[in-house]
């Protein structure tokens, strides 16, 4: 289990059972299924950003109250982000975080981009790659972007913020790398996730990263009491 999948699994379950609700129960308030939310609470799946909208919604919680560290608290609400603004934008990196490097936006791109403007969020794609790339991608999904971003430079993750009308406190940027684009966003003041890259393979400059990144996040999960 991940580090972001075990977040979410301890923080789903502990947010159900101190509301009294039933898996049945949270279906039909997160339209989720039952099977899909029981495999999330025991670890065994890796739930869409799509998935993870849902629960958010249903639930009436932010996104940082399902991927955050669980705390030790007397209850679940108290870890929820009262009085922080709500997110009101997400900001993606596109290849290997939505779709496969340099493969076009498929069917749950942009069901997922749909589903994110139908809850009212701002979206904004923030790659390095070419504009070619980045606006092919974009056709599909239609929403704002800024190409060629030189991550981990803060200046784009600003850019992309200011063509949403958002802030630090209401934005979220979502990335399959660490040192790029999770340290980006860090550096731009910007509350992130860190998601799996979804292919294997990758340019070689990107592997050698994933070797130093297992590094950073092994002390990170050790430190933190992930398994």
Partial sequence: MDYLSN???VN?????????MSLDQ?????EVSKSMLAQIERGQANPSIGVLCKITVGLQIEFEDLIQTPKVTDSPEESITGG????????????????????????RAIALFEHLKELGFGCCLLSNNQRKRVSSFND???VNYIENAHKPS??????????????????????????TDVYGA??????????????PKEEIQIVLKR???????????????IS
């Fill in 154 to 179: 803060v200046r784009n993750y600003n850019r992309a913020m200011e063509i949403l009308g958002t802030n630090t406190e209401n934005t979220i940027f979502i990335g399959d790398q660490l040192f």
């Fill in 84 to 107: 922080r603004p709500s997110i009101k934008a997400v900001i993606f990196d596109i290849d290997n975080t939505l779709v496969p490097h340099g493969a076009p936006a498929d069917a």
């Fill in 12 to 20: 789903l379950k502990r947010f159900r059972q101190y509301r009294g």
């Fill in 7 to 9: 977040n979410v699994a």
């Fill in 140 to 142: 599909a999904v239609g």
């Fill in 26 to 30: 949270m279906a039909e308030r997160t």
């Fill in 211 to 225: 070797y130093l990144e297992k590094i950073v996040l092994h002390f990170y999960k050790k430190e933190e009491g």
């Fill in 186 to 199: 860090k550096r731009a003041g910007i509350r992130n996730i860190l998601v799996k890259p979804i292919n």
